[in-house]
């Protein structure tokens, strides 16, 4: 798995690779969707999934969901087997309930 | 004179119990929306100024402008023009709102209400104005915190990242709090206006505060089980957001608005981010995209206020848990001996909070001779009534509360002064309505309390009198500078 731009959404990976979503800390309630999904993540239980053999780029969606008004946060990461990490950090925004992101896994 | 300048601290231990009653689960997606540009807008105006400097990390990297990866739901959210033009202009206002109250300018970001759990994470302030069995009036300040919280914060530790923990040490430390009040009259000559300074000759007093149950608490681990529960409902809307991510990745409109949007963001100085932003989200209120993407985005928008709905459901259900805490507080008196009150205090209640009180106040330091170590025991009860829409009039609090104290013996000084027949028992009756401040984090409580007698003048009459008080909770202000 490499990380393109810097950027932590923007992955490549190669087919058939295995990654993992894991949960590193928070309270959010975290969820999943697409690459293996739906499922909810949490510290104990990580997600792991196969990068498709076909198609260009695959879509996986993480949603952090607050359980008060601020405050709230979800480190989230996902990894390879060499130990290699794209890290993302949800950080409440006061006020807001929900917040999610889409992790772009390009197929090379 | 002035005697027994301690009410205060037992006052704000009720409270502090009570200070759920602001949290209001957001049900409005356009609120939701609002706050949530604020918070990017000043995400991006943060990183931009970084990158300045060093090298942004991946993680802040994915952050540093707007993308449809990181901000999927603004986007859609924002092409529902409904929901798009009221947040804009709840938007709008904050920043009318900031001008009128930060004539500093120094503020980092708008003081949107924000409310916080039965005891401050890092800092609030208290003041207080007035006195119920005091024999004279008096202005106290009341310093309240967690010492975990405030030693990160102190570590020079962003506001979200004070709150966050694994360690099992740091987590019961957060369970203690602390108070110090300070006594703004003591000190000072005759005729002088009350000043805080703070120093050991205006200390009224301090108290520990150990929060044995809250189940109030929505991060408490006996609500586990409702947050489970509540991911399971989750699937829809993650489902349909992401077949509207899918949808608005190859619509052509939405790219050419994601190039514009990220080029104007990037052209623009650090003051001129929050307009830029606002002005390109704006735009996608009235951007033409495909029946497809169209059709997606509404989709997504009806899950998502599904969602609010259904954690507002959660959150109305936790709130009807129960809180006990313990505090233990030391008094100081300018004439009487010191004392301490240890107290217990319950209460119960979802929307309308029941809260109780159970205390005993013994004499400790320097006790005339024979006087009883008991100077007093105190029974409370309060009931919290909130009334008035949070996203419109702000939140209010009616509360009502009484209050029963008996001292066994009369009282005497610490320089054996003796107050004969004050021995027996006061009742007190108070009525107050706490009143938001809208677009801050203040509040003011205002409140008349009725009372049989004071502690020093025991003849049998009624006593009317009103406080006016203040409340700043300084993690909403903490919380805007570092984010």
Redesign the interface.
Same mark, same amino acid.
């Given at each position: 798995m490499r990380?393109n731009?810097?950027?932590? +959404?923007?992955l490549s990976a190669n087919k058939g690779e295995t990654l993992t979503l894991s949960m590193v800390?928070?309270?959010a309630?975290?969820?999943?969707?697409?690459l293996g999904?739906?499922g909810?993540l949490t510290k104990a239980a990580p997600h792991q999934f196969t990068v498709p053999t076909i198609g260009t780029d695959v879509?996986l +969606?993480v949603?952090a969901?607050f359980?008060?008004?601020?405050?709230g946060?979800a480190s989230i990461g996902i990894s390879d087997v060499t130990g290699a990490v794209?890290?993302?950090?949800f950080?409440?925004?006061?006020?807001?309930?929900?917040?999610?992101?889409?992790? +772009?896994v390009d197929i090379v | 004179m002035k005697h027994f300048n301690r009410l205060p601290l037992a006052l704000a231990a009720v409270l502090g119990v009570s200070a759920h009653l602001g949290a209001q689960p957001i049900t409005d997606p356009a609120k939701h929306l609002a706050s949530s540009l604020d918070g990017r807008i000043q995400q991006i105006r943060a990183l931009k100024a970084q990158a300045r400097n060093r090298a942004l990390t991946p993680d802040e990297t994915a952050s540093a402008t707007i993308g449809l990866q990181r901000d999927i739901d603004r986007i859609y959210l924002s092409l529902i023009p409904r929901v798009s033009l009221k947040a804009l202009q709840e938007l709008e206002e904050r920043r009318a709102d900031k001008q009128v109250g930060d004539a500093t300018g120094t503020a980092a970001g708008s003081t949107s209400l924000v409310s916080k759990g039965g005891t401050p994470a890092i800092l609030a302030i208290a003041v207080e104005n007035g006195a119920l069995t005091q024999d004279i009036s008096g202005t106290t300040v009341t310093f309240r915190g967690t010492p975990a919280s405030l030693v990160k914060a102190a570590q020079n530790t962003g506001y979200f990242d004070t709150l966050k923990t694994n360690d099992t040490a740091v987590a019961v430390l957060q369970k203690l709090s602390f108070a110090v009040s300070f006594d703004t009259s003591r000190g000072l000559a005759d005729g002088a206006q009350p000043v805080l300074t703070a120093d050991r000759g205006q200390l009224a007093g301090a108290s520990l505060r150990v929060t044995a149950i809250d189940n109030k608490d929505p991060r408490a681990a006996v609500n586990d089980g409702r947050w489970n529960r509540f991911s399971f409902t989750q699937e829809n809307l993650d489902q349909a957001a992401l077949t509207a991510f899918k949808a608005l990745s190859v619509d052509p409109a939405v790219v050419a608005w994601l190039g514009t949007a990220q080029q104007a963001i990037a052209a623009a100085p650090d003051d001129q981010v929050d307009a830029v932003v606002r002005t390109q989200f704006q735009m996608l209120a009235n951007l033409e995209i495909s029946p497809a993407a169209r059709g997606a985005v509404i989709e997504a928008g009806k899950e998502f206020e599904g969602l609010l709905k259904r954690r507002a459901d959660v959150l109305d259900d936790i709130a009807g848990g129960g809180q006990l805490l313990f505090d233990v507080a030391y008094q100081t008196q300018l004439t009487g001996p010191t004392s301490a009150n240890i107290k217990v205090v319950g209460s119960v209640g979802r929307s309308i909070l029941l809260t109780g009180n159970a205390s005993a106040t013994l004499y400790i330091g320097d006790v005339p001779a024979n006087t009883d170590t008991l100077r007093d025991v105190q029974g409370a009860v309060q009931l919290d009534v909130p009334f008035g829409n949070p996203e419109t009039i702000g939140r209010y609090v009616f509360t009502l509360a009484t209050k029963v104290q008996h001292m066994p013996d009369d009282l005497t000084a610490g320089d054996g002064t003796f107050f004969p027949n004050t021995k027996g028992t006061i009742w007190l009756g108070q009525a107050k309505l706490t009143i938001p401040i809208r677009g801050s984090a203040a509040k003011v409580p205002l409140s008349v309390t009725l009372a049989n007698r004071t502690e020093l003048i025991a003849e049998k009459k009624v006593f009317l009198r009103a406080q006016v008080g203040f409340s700043y909770d300084l993690d909403a202000v903490l919380a805007r500078f570092k984010p």
């Open positions: 990380i731009n810097n950027n932590a +959404l923007d800390d928070g309270d309630v975290v969820t999943f969707n697409g999904g739906p909810t879509p +969606l949603r969901t359980k008060g008004t601020s405050g946060t794209a890290p993302f950090t950080h409440q925004f006061p006020g807001t309930a929900t917040d999610a992101v889409v992790f +772009l | -």
